[in-house]
């Protein structure tokens, strides 16, 4: 649904408050689905995916450095297009722990 209220660009793409969803609802929607591919496959490997959606939710909430006016989330450093290290490094740092050796490479 466009909204004719104001002229639409990618920070009132969203932040508008006709979405149906905020960025945080996406986030969490997309981390459960992810939890919900692995669910039926290994506890063990469910554990370690929910674990790593728990650090990302935790990540994400947290406030930005960068974006310092109004005080946004990290969040919204993603959803405009800014690269974090730290970001970076924590899925990295999951990516090469030994369980997901154990695991192999799956696809999300």
Same mark, same amino acid.
């Given at each position: 649904?466009?909204?004719?209220?104001?002229?639409?660009? !990618?920070?009132?793409?969203?932040?508008?408050?006709?979405?149906?969803?905020?960025?945080?609802?996406? /986030?969490?929607?997309?981390?459960?689905?992810?939890?919900?591919?692995?669910?039926?496959?290994?506890?063990?490997?469910? %554990?370690?995916?929910?674990? /790593?959606? +728990?650090?990302?939710?935790?990540?994400?909430?947290?406030?930005?450095?960068? /974006?310092?006016?109004?005080?946004?989330?990290?969040?919204?450093?993603?959803?405009?297009?800014?690269?974090?290290?730290?970001?970076? %490094?924590?899925?990295?740092?999951?990516?090469?722990? %030994?369980? !997901? +050796?154990?695991?192999?490479?799956?696809?999300?």
């Amino acid at each position: 649904m466009r909204c004719e209220s104001v002229a639409e660009d !990618w920070e009132h793409i969203w932040s508008c408050d006709d979405n149906e969803k905020s960025e945080y609802e996406i /986030l969490i929607d997309t981390l459960v689905a992810t939890e919900e591919k692995f669910k039926d496959l290994d506890e063990e490997r469910h %554990k370690i995916v929910r674990t /790593l959606a +728990k650090e990302i939710v935790d990540f994400m909430i947290t406030p930005s450095n960068i /974006l310092i006016i109004g005080s946004q989330l990290r969040i919204r450093e993603l959803t405009r297009g800014i690269f974090n290290n730290e970001l970076y %490094k924590l899925v990295i740092k999951n990516q090469n722990d %030994k369980c !997901w +050796k154990k695991f192999g490479k799956v696809a999300i």
